[in-house]
């Protein structure tokens, strides 16, 4: 099964992708998560990609498309994957769509998470996220057992460079300008599935797994 998650930061992608990846044993391809780890490497990749990050903007077409061709010709991606975060422009979509192609693979499905934009904006401010094992929790939503700490696995909890407020607003813009329009894109493709993406985790999981078997 190959997925899509679409929907605007903090919508929870990145929380329903873990979902999905234990119930369907096909792996999360995160572009941001790559991008921060390429960035905490210091890696060539992160060098280049740092300042867009940190801005709240994106990280050109180029270099993501890259990435994703690579990634998704790895062994455990035979069986399928979990996008995560791309693509996020029109030109992204269109270089997936042509990659997919070749290796004569389609998309499942495209999920579409819609939260209003007061509450992503709460969740982002108060996210921490574990440096160790990648769990998230939420300073008042989700709050750790002891503060700074992970419960899963006990290692320091940290909250992302772009989660301030003036990344936070600047995510939220490119989002509508660049990704929002893939909405159009997929669903002229017949592939788009919305979902309320307010509410209980596991809810939000049962409507995920409801609509991918559809
Ligand atoms: P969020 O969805 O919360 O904004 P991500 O972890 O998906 O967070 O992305 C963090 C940052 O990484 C983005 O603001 C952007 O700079 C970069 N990035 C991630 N995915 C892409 C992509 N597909 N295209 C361009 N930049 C990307
Ligand atoms: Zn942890």
């Known amino acids: 099964m190959r997925l899509i998650l679409l929907g605007p930061p903090g919508a929870g992608k990145g929380t329903q992708a873990k979902l999905l990846m234990s119930k369907f044993h096909i792996p999360q391809i995160s572009t941001g998560d790559i991008l921060r780890k390429a960035v905490k490497d210091e890696a060539e990749l992160g060098r280049e990609a ?11 077409d180029e270099i993501v498309i890259g990435l994703i061709r690579e990634r998704i010709r ?6 399928g994957f979990i996008l995560d975060g791309f693509p996020r422009t029109e030109v992204q979509a269109e ?6 192609q070749e290796m004569s693979l389609t998309i499942n499905a495209v999920l579409d998470f819609s939260v209003e934009t007061e509450e992503l904006v709460l969740r982002l401010t108060g996210r921490r996220t574990c440096k160790e094992c990648g769990a998230m929790f939420h300073v008042d ?7 700074g700490v992970c419960d899963h696995c006990g290692g320091a909890l940290y909250q992302r460079h772009d989660d301030n407020p003036l990344t936070i607003t600047k995510r939220m813009e490119v989002y509508e300008k660049e990704t929002a329009p893939l909405k159009k894109y997929y669903n002229q493709q017949g592939n788009l599935k919305t979902l309320e993406g307010t509410g209980d985790t596991e809810q939000i999981f049962s409507q995920v797994c409801r609509l991918v078997s559809h």
């Not at 740092?50 to 050109?60: H, I, N, S, T």
């Not at 270089?95 to 997919?100: G, I």
């Not at 939503?141 to 503060?147: E, F, T, V």
């Open 50 to 60: 740092k300042a867009f990050m940190d801005g709240g903007q994106l990280v050109p």
């Open 74 to 79: 790895e062994a455990d991606c035979a069986d």
């Open 95 to 100: 270089k997936l769509d042509e990659m997919l």
């Open 141 to 147: 939503g989700r709050p750790p057992k002891q503060s």
